[in-house]
């Protein structure tokens, strides 16, 4: 039987103005049930305030937004019960050990008493924090407040997830396990909303992308499609010797196919204005002796279409070589 494909969030001509700042400004989005839609934007941007319209901590001045099926201005109280919100910053009950914090949620999530023991043990274990979980959270670093943030937000198993900047200041380690949940999370059925400004992250879980700026959508659409949208491809050319780089260069200028080289990778660089160009620059590397040990296309990259359509670069995901922090 084919599956029927719909909605878990729409919104439509959503609008929000704190005087005369327009936080959103007519903002237009969907979200298929059961994917990653990661939305984009520089800070300031509109994303946490859309969010917040989402989760009917504050009400829009215009427009009408439906999640799960609910109407967020008609329908609140049904609405809470279908989601999940980690926001910013962490929020936890710091006079309440994490196990407490994770359990009370639980049970006012409905959860009986046994399920409620159950699921906060499973994500004490899957966040890392089993051996703190009889601690109070006041006494949690900054990183195992926010695993216990994430883990709160997850403990209904909600239809909806939103994730704001999830993993801001996480180190690397965390962060892959804050992955690995939302993604078991997808597999089971929920529907997440990601916020970020690291490129890695989103390219790593989400199914489609809407990048917003001055409380306006500007682009929306799969990963690949927008990345095609916004530069076309590049023809990458390793030469057989690394020296003949600048000549290789100047020998494709003289062809009339503008070139750049990076003696650090290595690589010869065409942008593809046109298929035939790919057999111009072999025909011409050829003709005058140069020898090509690999050729390649490729695609711009996440942080590059995002500098294209904003104009203002996204933040770098944290150094991999960093040690983990608790």
């Known amino acids: 039987m084919t599956r029927i494909e719909r909605n878990a969030v729409e919104v439509h001509g959503i609008v929000k103005h704190y005087g005369e700042t327009k936080a959103l400004d007519g903002v237009d989005l969907t979200v298929r049930e059961g994917t990653v839609l990661g939305l984009l934007g520089p800070n300031g941007a509109g994303k946490t305030t859309l969010v917040r319209v989402l989760s009917t901590l504050i009400k829009p001045d215009a427009g009408t937004a439906f999640v799960g099926g609910y109407d967020v201005l008609h329908q609140p109280k049904q609405l809470r019960r279908t989601i999940g919100l980690t926001g910013q910053y962490a929020s936890v ?10 359990y009370l949620i639980g049970r006012l999530l409905d959860l009986s008493g046994k399920e409620a023991k159950a699921r906060a043990a ?23 407040r926010r695993r216990l943030d994430l883990a709160a937000s997850m403990i209904g198993r909600p239809k909806v997830l939103y994730l704001d900047e999830p993993t801001t200041g996480l180190d690397p380690r965390t ?3 804050v992955w690995d949940e939302v993604q078991r ?26 990048v917003i700026d001055k409380g306006r959508v500007i682009a929306n659409g799969g990963i690949q499609e927008l990345k095609a949208q ?10 057989l010797r690394p020296a003949e780089l600048p000549g290789m260069a100047r020998c494709l200028r003289e062809a009339g196919v503008p070139a750049t080289f990076s003696e650090e990778s290595g690589l010869l660089s065409v942008h593809l204005t046109d298929e035939g160009q790919l057999t111009t620059v072999v025909g011409a590397l050829g003709a005058r002796g140069f020898g090509i040990a690999g050729i390649d296309t490729k695609l711009p990259s996440l ?6 359509i904003t104009g203002k670069p996204s933040v770098p995901a944290p150094a991999r070589d960093k040690e983990p922090v608790a």
Do not use: H, I
């Not at 530069?231 to 990458?236: K, N």
């Not at 942080?303 to 294209?308: G, I, N, P, S, W």
């Open 303 to 308: 942080d590059e279409v995002f500098l294209t």
């Open 230 to 239: 916004v530069g076309g491809r590049s023809l990458q050319v390793r030469p």
């Open 122 to 144: 499973e994500l004490l274990e899957r966040f890392s924090l089993t051996e703190a979980a009889r601690r109070p959270a006041k006494g949690y670093s900054g990183g195992m």
């Open 175 to 177: 962060r892959n396990e």
């Open 185 to 210: 999370m997808v597999g089971e059925g929920s529907t997440v909303l990601l916020t970020t400004q690291y490129m890695e992250e989103a390219e790593q879980l989400a199914d489609a992308l809407t």
């Open 93 to 102: 009950d710091e006079l309440l050990s994490g196990y407490e914090n994770l």
